[in-house]
């Protein structure tokens, strides 16, 4: 069936297949009956969603590549921000945004074992993990009913020498009260992360000015999991306007790297090998390597 195509004209007749059956078994609408199961969540996509999800598994590229940096720069752009860096999951953005809270770049700012982390008593378990994590100790405040978010009111009651951080969610897509959260922050010099996972989309006016919940603190994060605003199957992203910040979002993402080198590039720079980081014990080593010969 193949033969006599190049590698791109069958790829397009797959995915013209894949179109053509997308519109034929999954964009049918189902008459609803009495006793029929209707779910809170699902997913809404059509046959371009698929063709994406198709044409990036025929490249068999399994790690981030030219889908991710489209959507990181789009992501970007649609939130008005300068960096978006993609990761597997919303729990992991918020691991990677409380992460970069602990890098030694941040000077005197830099989170530490110790530090505490004002939070809210009910949100879900993965706002508050990665401060348990490091070794960063939760301070809890109450919810106002019927919002479900952080009552504003006890933010200053909360207030230690050792507090470095706010972070919580915007409950259910609600925002918190983000002038009254933002000022706290300013006035005492702590960081802020807003957990926008139930939240994408949502806008905020704040000083006058129109904004996506998620930009107004230092950090923002997102999930891409299938019950939210839109999915990657699996997903999530970390935000943020401070270049430094995403300096170290990005290190922290990729394992300690601090490199410009995209995924698949190698010695960018032109200078990876001209440099020497500490001394290796290199008579320990040899003898440790003669030893292995001998006895071997």
Not at 123 to 139: K, R
Request: a negative charge.
């Amino acid at each position: 069936m193949l033969e006599k195509k190049t590698e791109q004209e069958a790829k397009n007749a797959i995915l013209e297949m894949v179109k053509e059956y997308c519109d034929t078994y999954h964009n049918t609408k189902k008459k609803f009956s009495e006793g029929d199961r209707i779910p809170y969540a699902s997913r809404v996509y059509d046959s371009d969603e698929m063709c994406n999800l198709v044409d990036s598994a025929l490249e068999f590229w399994l790690t981030s590549d030219r889908y991710t940096e489209k959507f990181e720069k789009s992501f970007a752009n649609y939130l008005g921000v300068r960096y978006c860096s993609l990761v597997n999951s919303g729990s992991s953005a918020n691991l990677c945004a409380f992460m970069a809270l602990t890098s030694p770049l941040l000077g005197k700012r830099q989170v530490k074992p110790g530090d505490e982390m004002i939070t809210v008593a009910a949100g879900f378990p993965t706002t508050v993990t990665p401060a348990i994590q490091y070794g960063v100790v939760p301070v809890f405040i109450d919810v106002t009913i019927p919002q479900y978010n952080m009552d504003v009111t006890k933010l200053e009651t909360a207030l230690t020498d050792k507090t470095k951080v706010v972070m919580a969610a915007h409950t259910l897509g609600n925002p918190f009260d983000l002038t009254e959260v933002k000022a706290f922050c300013e006035k005492y010099n702590l960081w802020m992360i807003e957990d926008n996972c139930d939240a994408l989309g949502t806008k905020y006016v704040i000083n006058g000015e129109e904004k996506f919940s998620g930009t107004i603190g230092d950090i923002g994060t997102s999930s891409f999991y299938p019950p939210h605003h839109m999915t990657m199957g699996e997903g999530g992203a970390v935000y943020t306007d401070d270049s430094l910040l995403n300096k170290c979002i990005r290190s922290m993402r990729d394992w300690g790297r601090d490199c410009v080198c995209a995924s698949g590039q190698d010695n960018f720079c032109g200078h990876r090998f001209e440099k020497q980081y500490g001394e290796l014990p290199w008579d320990m080593i040899i003898n440790m390597y003669t030893h292995t010969l001998v006895t071997t």
